[in-house]
């Protein structure tokens, strides 16, 4: 029988840039090759901060679920658009504060599948930490794979981190987040954070990933990001910056990337 992981890695073009190649060698990681370096530096040519926002999206990331786990008692989150693991990822700082933790995370791009069979691994006894290969333009079968780990009577986060600008359509970014939404619990949360057309250098970048190669990311308004969270209770201090949102930095300056963690009433 073949092996799915050979089968996966046969699909991948390495002179080709990819997205998660790239935000992985922004974030400082390994797993990249040259065609993602050349567009990542493209880009960083004219936005130099974009490897800032790299950065902190994780450390969001980290502050957001030890919140979540921490203080809001949540025990269930659904990653989806994972992308290549690197550092803190979020079932390690979700167990780190309980370990009875469950983790789903989903993806839909063969690379990031063959790293998560691999480095995804649970990190206790108590808990579970698995992997749903799914679009989140099929919220259903995202669905579908989740509900045969997570209890969805029972609060859920449900995490979009930096992923919904691959769609143009904030319409649909809107019902992709809904329909998720909609299948969890009272006590739920939305963890959602994206990069913002709040200054005109980030726009130049991202028209830069395109020239290089990239898959065009769309760059929203805040107020855009914030239709995203209606009907739903926004947890302090609201949709603001990623730096700004419970900083474990004071001093850390504003970014063109706003996120907000909301729950559901």
């Known amino acids: ?28 990681g390994k797993d990249n090759y040259e065609a993602d370096r050349a567009a990542g530096d493209a880009v960083a040519a004219v936005y130099p ?30 990653d989806v658009g994972t992308g290549l693991p690197t550092m803190q990822n979020t079932h390690e ?19 990031v599948l063959v790293h998560a069979r691999a480095l995804l691994a649970n990190t206790t006894s108590e808990g579970l930490t698995t992997y749903v290969h799914a679009d989140y333009h099929d919220p259903e ?7 045969k780990v997570l209890d969805f009577d029972r609060p859920v986060a449900v995490m979009f981190m930096g992923v919904l600008g691959y769609e143009p359509d904030l319409d649909v970014v809107r019902s992709i987040v809904g329909r998720v939404m909609d299948a969890t619990a009272p006590g739920s949360h939305l963890v959602l954070w994206d990069g913002t057309d709040t200054s005109p250098a980030v726009v130049e970048g991202a028209d830069k990933l395109v020239q290089s190669g990239g898959v065009p990311y769309i760059l ?18 609201g949709l603001v910056p990623i730096t700004r949102w419970r900083p474990d930095d004071p001093d850390a300056g504003p970014i063109d990337a706003y996120g907000a963690v909301a729950r559901k009433p």
Do not use: T
Request: aromatic content about 8%; glycine content about 4%.
């Open 1 to 28: 029988m073949a092996d799915p992981n050979s089968e996966l890695a046969e699909q991948l073009q390495f002179d080709v840039p990819h997205a998660a190649r790239i935000w992985n060698y922004w974030m400082g």
């Open 49 to 78: 901060e974009i490897v800032v926002m790299a950065r902190q999206s994780r450390r969001f990331l980290i502050r957001a679920v030890r919140f979540l786990a921490a203080e809001a008692g949540v025990r269930q989150f659904l």
């Open 93 to 111: 700082v979700a167990q780190q504060v309980a370990p009875e933790s469950r983790i789903v995370y989903v993806d839909n791009d063969p690379l």
């Open 141 to 147: 079968k995202i669905l579908a794979g989740a509900e």
């Open 220 to 237: 929203r308004s805040p107020d855009a990001l914030a239709r995203c969270f209606e009907g739903l209770e926004m947890v302090e201090p």
